[in-house]
């Protein structure tokens, strides 16, 4: 086998000085990402340029047997994309091209090296939205959104990004080429292959471009903060306004009343309504007319308070005063300053169960520990709930209290991953949500595409 200062020379000779770094001179953000895994300084960190560059990076690494961890944004909290000694970190931010809009078929080509952000506002120049958002929207790339199959604020109305894509390029890990693509809704020609690298975390190959599908654009916008009695109204009035209000309800976010409390304490915000609540959702309703947009609004949370389902409510009556609303719900960027640090879940359950959920998950934790600081809070309405508990209030005891968490999400039949993915940090808990005869299946599935384990290794599950 050859040293690696040999494979290092032929990787400079195939691709060029400019598009490779190598030890001290790999800038420290690309040893880690955002999940806070301890950084890992690779071997070298590849930019390559076009897809031929990544298959002829990929080409090479196999050659050689060194491992590729694929790189975008560096936004993922599982740590998916964080670097193994040895091996080569290949960064795409330098394909991030818009390719083509075509609006008359509402799709959009992308290399996976373009943000999220770049992708929405290409949709908008047409009159057109992607139909995913989430808060890194201007760091997250598309690559590693179809990678993790992410989520966000869209999901309730147009899914997660696997519904967003209709064709994708792959480089696998001996650099073959799979050119998928093809902008059809229906083509049912054999296995529908590029399903297979939307969530895989870059286990499987490179995504370097995809062809998204976009959504029409709502003429206008109604958002209100409705106060809750319990989580049985929270369900009550989600089906009132979906049948209300279908195919045009974008958000409906629930907050318990420990996260408001937290919101308004570290934001300085004032109470929403005249008495505190229980619970409190957030809604966004699209549609083309505003004022009659917000006048049926009004109308269905009048006869949701009538129904009991609803205590109080606020209709925003600007795109201010929508704004001032939703930074409740956005306090979620303040977690890292107020918990020390935040110990983070995000996990998907049977719509019907979460409240249940969640009042056992808190009786659990205060039992074991007494006084902890844990806030639940999220998009309700696909089945993904948030919990987030600060160490400090745990005695630091962070892996006791993800062991206790997933146990519950066990017990109620859940998922340890609804948009996160699972990277380093599930990997252990994995089993929690797969049968050992599925996680059989993802191991062949690996065996099959990347013989050699290449891409990048140990994420997701052990071999």
């Not at 994309?81 to 991030?96: F, I, T």
């Not at 004032?270 to 959702?281: K, N, T, V």
């Not at 009991?308 to 939703?326: K, P």
Request: proline share 6%; net charge negative.
């Amino acid at each position: 086998m050859a040293t690696y200062s040999e494979f290092l020379a032929a990787l400079v000779e195939a691709l060029g000085a400019d598009r490779v770094q190598v030890g001290d001179a790999v800038p420290p953000r690309h040893h880690t990402d955002w999940s806070g895994t301890a950084p890992v300084p690779p071997l070298a960190l590849v930019r390559p340029r076009s897809t031929e560059e990544v298959s002829a990076l990929l080409l090479l690494c196999h050659a050689h047997r060194v491992p590729v961890v694929p790189q975008g944004g560096l936004t993922g909290l599982a740590g998916a994309a964080v670097p193994c000694a040895g091996g080569v970190a290949l960064s795409l931010e330098r394909m991030n091209a818009i390719e083509a809009v075509d609006a008359r078929s509402a799709t959009l080509t992308v290399q996976a090296g373009a943000t999220v952000q770049a992708v929405q506002e290409a949709a908008l120049a047409v009159g057109l939205q992607f139909g995913v958002d989430f808060g890194a929207r201007g760091s997250a790339q598309v690559g590693g959104a179809v990678s993790t199959n992410a989520g966000g604020n869209g999901v309730l109305q147009y899914g997660m990004v696997r519904e967003q894509v209709l064709g994708l390029e792959v480089v696998l890990a001996d650099g073959t080429v799979l050119p998928m693509l093809r902008p059809m809704l229906k083509n049912n020609t054999g296995y529908d292959l590029k399903q297979c690298f939307i969530g895989a975390e870059g286990t499987l190959g490179v995504v370097t471009r995809a062809l998204l599908r976009l959504r029409p654009l709502p003429r206008a916008k109604a958002t209100a903060l409705v106060a809750l009695p319990d989580f049985d109204a929270a369900l009550a009035l989600l089906a009132r306004l979906q049948g209300r209000f279908p195919g045009a309800l974008s958000a409906f976010e629930l907050m318990w009343r420990d996260f408001i409390e937290a919101s308004l304490r570290w934001q300085t915000l004032r109470e929403p309504f005249e008495a505190p609540h229980p619970f409190a959702a957030l809604i966004d309703v699209g549609g083309q007319d505003e004022a009659g947009l917000r006048d049926a609004l009004e109308e269905v949370l009048g006869e949701a308070m009538e129904a009991g389902e609803a205590v109080d409510a606020a209709i925003a009556q600007s795109e201010a005063q929508a704004r001032a609303l939703w930074k409740i719900r956005e306090a979620t960027a303040e977690l890292p300053a107020n918990m020390h640090p935040p110990i983070n879940f995000d996990v998907s359950l049977p719509q019907a169960d979460i409240g249940r959920f969640a009042q056992e998950c808190r009786a659990a934790l205060s039992a074991r520990w007494p006084g902890h600081l844990s806030v639940f809070f999220g998009h309700i309405g696909d089945g993904n709930l948030h919990l987030s508990t600060d160490a400090s209030t745990v005695n630091g005891e962070e892996g006791a209290v993800e062991e206790l968490v997933y146990a519950q999400v066990a017990a109620f039949g859940g998922s340890v991953s609804a948009e996160h993915g699972i990277g380093l940090h599930k990997k252990p808990y994995l089993g929690a949500s797969r049968t050992p005869a599925e996680l059989a299946a993802m191991r062949a599935i690996k065996q099959a595409l990347d013989p050699l384990h290449l891409m990048n290794p140990g994420k997701v599950f052990d071999l």
